[in-house]
T-cell receptor, first 114, second 120 residues
Framework: ETGVTQTPRHLVMGMTNKKSLKCEQH?????MYWYKQSAKKPLELMFV???????ENNSVPSRFSPECPNSSHLFLHLHTLQPEDSALYLC?????????????FGPGTRLTVL | AQTVTQSQPEMSVQEAETVTLSCTYD???????LFWYKQPPSRQMILVIR??????QNATENRFSVNFQKAAKSFSLKISDSQLGDTAMYFC?????????????????FGKGTSLLVTP
């Protein structure tokens, strides 16, 4: 595997389910991100992890819970979601250093909440 | 907070023609980074081109070039000799410089995107 991978690619869940999204980066980066992409809206940054420490939580509801066990893996735990949470969830990684390094994106998980 | 505006929701161009996608942004920062990302249908988002605000020279990558106007806070993308494979959503994004002391400033702020269709 190369780059940034995400599993599952598609997920359908009921509002009472608990599920997790997984992201893995094979680029040796030290920062990872979760974004939400909804139709007709800009990508919304959800969480940032730098050196496994969460450095940003962009006012995300507590029904979304991130976990970063090491610099290569990032999870997004989902619990009691709402239909409006249906979206494409993108994971990204980058090498944080002085300067603006690009972020590399995964293919995303298409989430549908019934 | 920085805002990024892409005023063209959809655009269309014929193969081999040139098209320009517009992007404006709002910031009080003097040093920052700008990006254009491409997201083809059902495929991963990839970087097209980047520009450092402290560089006056416009960035170019093969058929892709930017027109960076710092005073006007404008960052347009020009695609020359358009190809069918250029059909995609194009996102303009802004990044503040990374600040070691605060350990922050490297998140991307995206515009809403422009859907570009290249026709034969």
């Amino acid at each position: 595997e190369t780059g940034v991978t995400q599993t599952p690619r598609h997920l359908v869940m009921g509002m009472t389910n608990k599920k997790s999204l997984k992201c893995e980066q094979h680029l040796g980066h030290n920062a990872m991100y979760w974004y939400k992409q909804s139709a007709k809206k800009p990508l919304e940054l959800m969480f940032v992890y730098n050196f496994k420490e969460q450095t940003e939580n962009n006012s995300v509801p507590s029904r979304f819970s991130p976990e970063c066990p090491n610099s290569s893996h990032l999870f997004l735990h989902l619990h009691t979601l709402q239909p409006e949470d249906s979206a494409l969830y993108l994971c990204a990684s980058s090498q944080v250093a002085s300067g603006g390094n690009e972020q590399f994106f995964g293919p995303g998980t298409r989430l549908t909440v019934l | 907070a920085q805002t990024v505006t892409q005023s063209q929701p959809e655009m269309s161009v014929q193969e081999a023609e040139t098209v320009t996608l517009s992007c404006t942004y709002d910031t009080s920062e003097n040093n920052y980074y700008l990006f254009w990302y491409k997201q083809p249908p059902s495929r991963q988002m990839i970087l097209v081109i980047r520009q450092e605000a402290y560089k006056q020279q416009n960035a170019t990558e093969n058929r892709f070039s930017v027109n960076f106007q710092k005073a006007a806070k404008s960052f347009s993308l020009k695609i020359s000799d358009s190809q069918l494979g250029d059909t995609a959503m194009y996102f303009c994004a802004f990044m503040k410089p990374f600040l070691v002391d605060s350990n922050s400033g490297y998140a991307l702020n995206f515009g809403k995107g422009t859907s570009l269709l290249v026709t034969p």
